[in-house]
């Protein structure tokens, strides 16, 4: 029997575009303020990292501890300075962010700037792959060539 009452359901989750960009903003957060662990905490265990270049931290990472060494490797190029990240643009699809960046190394006493845009594809609210777009691959290549 009609009674003549529309129910209208709420949704009980936000649309996955802005589930994705909310992650990315909070991981986003998490990095600025210092605190790595808690970006780290959104990577899936098997999240799929891709590389660009020539140096030996190019090619494909496979899981949560490639992708957190793969960071800690380029940090550790600053020689105990802190890498400085600047958040230029944000731009996002269903489920796919692409941060276009700034990063500041300072590695032997000289300021290396690079440029580059992180793709990142967001599922379930874990960061499942990156892909790194540089800016200045031979730049990128050579401060990275020692790590």
Do not use: C, W
Not at 22 to 32: H, I, P, W
Not at 47 to 62: F, N
């Amino acid at each position: 029997m009609h009674t003549g009452e529309t129910t209208i359901s709420q949704p009980t989750k936000p649309p996955s575009r802005v589930a994705a960009e909310q992650v990315m903003r909070l991981y986003v957060a998490a990095v600025l303020r210092g605190d790595l662990q808690a970006a780290y905490a959104f990577f899936a265990v098997d999240v799929v990292g891709h590389v660009p270049g020539r140096s030996a931290l190019a090619g494909e990472l496979r899981g949560r501890e490639a992708v957190i060494a793969y960071i800690e490797r380029g940090r550790a190029v600053s020689h105990g300075a802190e890498v400085k990240l600047e958040l230029v643009d944000m731009l996002s699809s269903e489920k796919r962010v692409m941060l276009l960046v700034y990063e500041r190394f300072a590695p032997a006493s000289r300021v290396v700037e690079i440029r580059r845009a992180n793709v990142y594809t967001v599922e379930r609210g874990q960061i499942v792959e990156v892909r790194i777009f540089e800016a200045d691959q031979y730049t990128v290549d050579e401060l990275l060539r020692h790590a």
